[in-house]
T-cell receptor, first 111, second 115 residues
Framework: RKEVEQDPGPFNVPEGATVAFNCTYS??????FFWYRQDCRKEPKLLMS???SGNEDGRFTAQLNRASQYISLLIRDSKLSDSATYLC????????????FGDGTTLTVKP | GAGVSQSPSNKVTEKGKDVELRCDPI?????LYWYRQSLGQGLEFLIY????????KSGLPSDRFSAERTGGSVSTLTIQRTQQEDSAVYLC?????????????FGPGTRLTVL
């Protein structure tokens, strides 16, 4: 079993739709959680950190469920520009720095 | 300011040759990471440096892979006796601290093709 697992998709949604991605992690001692975005043939970039209380940034909402060991990303009112691969990232030891990336979930938003 | 830079952007080599990939992190960043990404796959952690501490080499797939970071800044990833399965995009990232809560800034990567 992978340390971080994501549904690879692809998710194909129309503009304006709401879409949600989940990511599960195996190490219950994991401490830090993030969503990165990676456009085709580009490097990953931080989308948002994920906090225990949940956090929102515009149309994007991230949540953490420690009991069930998963994090989620909700995108409301999808835009064409949201088309990308979304990578779930988990750090098991905040002081050690090493992060584990999921394989990513691909989203395509269509007109 | 300048972001993370990597060179070369593309490298084609023959099986059995050695290659060196270079990473220039953002100035002032103390942590530096190397990952590789095969087509359609996620990022595979290779090695991480933090300041003058011993690097975490736990992700290096074999002893053909090595990396160094001179003067706490530029890093070089070396692959000896390259194999076809080494073909991938090699990504470098840096962050302010080694703490896992800090954002990692990625370079554009080096696309390695081993013939």
């Amino acid at each position: 079993r992978k340390e971080v697992e994501q549904d690879p998709g692809p998710f194909n949604v129309p503009e304006g739709a709401t879409v949600a991605f989940n990511c599960t992690y195996s190490n219950s001692a994991s401490q830090s959680f993030f969503w990165y975005r990676q456009d085709c043939r580009k490097e990953p970039k931080l989308l948002m950190s994920v906090y225990s209380s949940g956090n929102e940034d515009g149309r994007f909402t991230a949540q953490l469920n420690r009991a069930s060991q998963y994090i989620s990303l909700l995108i409301r009112d999808s835009k064409l520009s949201d088309s990308a691969t979304y990578l779930c990232v988990v750090t098991f030891n905040t002081n050690a720095g090493k992060s584990t990336f999921g394989d990513g979930t691909t989203l395509t938003v269509k007109p | 300011g300048a972001g993370v830079s990597q060179s070369p952007s593309n490298k084609v080599t023959e099986k059995g040759k050695d290659v060196e990939l270079r990473c220039d992190p953002i100035s002032g960043h103390t942590a530096l990471y190397w990952y590789r990404q095969s087509l359609g796959q996620g990022l595979e952690f290779l090695i991480y440096f933090q300041g003058n501490s011993a690097p975490d080499k736990s992700g290096l797939p074999s002893d053909r892979f090595s990396a160094e970071r001179t003067g706490g800044s530029v890093s070089t990833l070396t692959i000896q006796r390259t194999q076809q399965e080494d073909s991938a995009v090699y990504l470098c990232a840096s962050s302010w601290f080694s703490g896992g809560e800090n954002e990692q800034f990625f370079g554009p990567g080096t696309r390695l093709t081993v013939l």
